[in-house]
């Protein structure tokens, strides 16, 4: 993912673009590797963020009564 943080919707934008060049079948091994690679980074990335909005969502939800 480099040194760049990216936002949520960046970082599912760049895994939906690596996804597609992916589907191409287009890309040397090396290239493919380095994309699946960076697509992992992604897509844990992702889930982390999902994870924590998530938590959020319901602790919000427990401090206003919502079920």
Do not use: T
């Not at 949520?8 to 690679?37: G, H, V, W």
């Not at 960076?38 to 938590?55: M, T």
């Amino acid at each position: 993912m480099g040194k760049k943080k990216l936002s949520f919707e960046q970082a599912l934008n760049r895994l939906n673009e690596i996804i597609e060049k992916l589907e191409k079948n287009e890309l040397s091994l090396d290239e493919m590797l380095a994309a699946y690679s960076e697509g992992v980074e992604h897509l844990a990335f992702c889930r982390e963020q999902l994870a924590v909005a998530e938590v959020r969502f319901e602790q919000l939800s427990e401090k206003k009564g919502v079920e």
